[in-house]
């Protein structure tokens, strides 16, 4: 049996001191996954009543809000919440997370987690989602993973794994999605869609220095590895605009 390690607090935490570099840089996602979603779920979005849990800045739950959704955002971040307010001032919020949903029983269509779940024990999590979700509702998990057959990717992402003290279990988010129902009661269908977005190399970095493992890095360090990223990334794009290519894994299971 696959098992999660606990999410680390100050990791978890770290996204709040830096909620607005986070909005304006980290990725989206693309309309095929929302499209993907409701053929998994096998209902429409439009219409129906959705919880977006670990809702960050409100990359998802905006495009959720765009597909129709009666959308409600649950994050227990303050800073993040803040951001996600400034952005979104017509979603409702509510602070919360996860391990113990400030959600009503069996009153929703759909509970998503958008790069959020292994942040949440499933021992917790995975009850509380079953028990939010009305029958037939079903519950997705996604993230966007790096491309690591893409070759610059894969050395990029070796070069922030050394950085970053990460080990391999650590830095695969895959292994992370294996993980995502030890105790085996929901049937996930597993999806995956690639798709890429070219940015400016500023852009680019200011994404990696969003991510937790550089928020909490000593300061100096990790400028010191940014510089040197930017001097290897500026030989591979010398016209300063990155292509970045992910794959978006996606998990769905309904309740019976």
């Given at each position: 049996m696959t098992t999660t390690r606990p999410a680390d607090p100050a990791r978890a935490h770290s996204f709040n001191a830096a909620a607005a570099q986070y909005a304006a840089n980290r990725p989206t996602y693309p309309p095929a996954l929302f499209d993907t979603i409701e053929q998994a779920a096998d209902r429409p979005l439009t219409g129906a009543r959705v919880a977006d849990v670990g809702a960050g800045t409100g990359i998802s739950t905006s495009l959720l809000h765009a597909?129709?959704?009666?959308?409600?955002?649950?994050?227990?971040?303050?800073?993040?919440?803040?951001?996600?307010?400034?952005?979104?001032?017509?979603?409702?919020?509510?602070?919360?997370?996860?391990?113990?949903?400030p959600l009503a029983d069996a009153t929703l269509d759909l509970?998503?987690?958008?790069?959020?779940?292994?942040?949440?024990?499933?021992?917790?999590?995975?009850?509380?989602?079953?028990?939010?979700?009305?029958?037939?509702?079903?519950?997705?998990?996604?993230?966007?993973?790096?491309?690591l057959d893409v070759e610059w990717i894969a050395e990029s992402s070796e070069r922030v794994r050394r950085a970053a003290g990460m080990?391999?279990?650590?830095?695969?988010?895959?292994?992370?999605?294996?993980?995502?129902?030890?105790s085996g009661r929901l049937d996930f269908t597993r999806h995956k869609l690639r798709w890429s977005r070219r940015v400016p190399l500023d852009t680019h970095l200011a994404n990696l220095?969003?991510?937790s493992h550089f928020?909490?890095?000593?300061?100096?360090?990790?400028?010191?590895?940014?510089?040197?990223?930017?001097?290897?990334?500026?030989?591979?794009?010398?016209?300063?605009?990155?292509?970045?290519?992910?794959?978006?894994?996606?998990?769905?299971?309904?309740?019976?």
């Amino acid at each position: 049996m696959t098992t999660t390690r606990p999410a680390d607090p100050a990791r978890a935490h770290s996204f709040n001191a830096a909620a607005a570099q986070y909005a304006a840089n980290r990725p989206t996602y693309p309309p095929a996954l929302f499209d993907t979603i409701e053929q998994a779920a096998d209902r429409p979005l439009t219409g129906a009543r959705v919880a977006d849990v670990g809702a960050g800045t409100g990359i998802s739950t905006s495009l959720l809000h765009a597909r129709g959704a009666d959308v409600l955002a649950v994050e227990p971040g303050a800073g993040m919440a803040a951001e996600f307010r400034r952005g979104n001032p017509d979603i409702p919020l509510v602070r919360g997370n996860g391990n113990a949903l400030p959600l009503a029983d069996a009153t929703l269509d759909l509970l998503t987690y958008a790069q959020s779940w292994h942040w949440t024990d499933p021992a917790h999590s995975v009850p509380e989602a079953l028990r939010a979700l009305r029958p037939g509702g079903a519950l997705a998990l996604w993230w966007n993973i790096s491309a690591l057959d893409v070759e610059w990717i894969a050395e990029s992402s070796e070069r922030v794994r050394r950085a970053a003290g990460m080990d391999s279990r650590q830095a695969d988010r895959e292994r992370r999605a294996d993980a995502a129902d030890p105790s085996g009661r929901l049937d996930f269908t597993r999806h995956k869609l690639r798709w890429s977005r070219r940015v400016p190399l500023d852009t680019h970095l200011a994404n990696l220095g969003s991510h937790s493992h550089f928020l909490v890095m000593d300061a100096a360090a990790r400028d010191a590895f940014l510089t040197e990223e930017r001097a290897h990334l500026q030989q591979v794009f010398p016209d300063g605009v990155v292509e970045e290519t992910y794959d978006v894994l996606l998990l769905v299971a309904g309740k019976r």
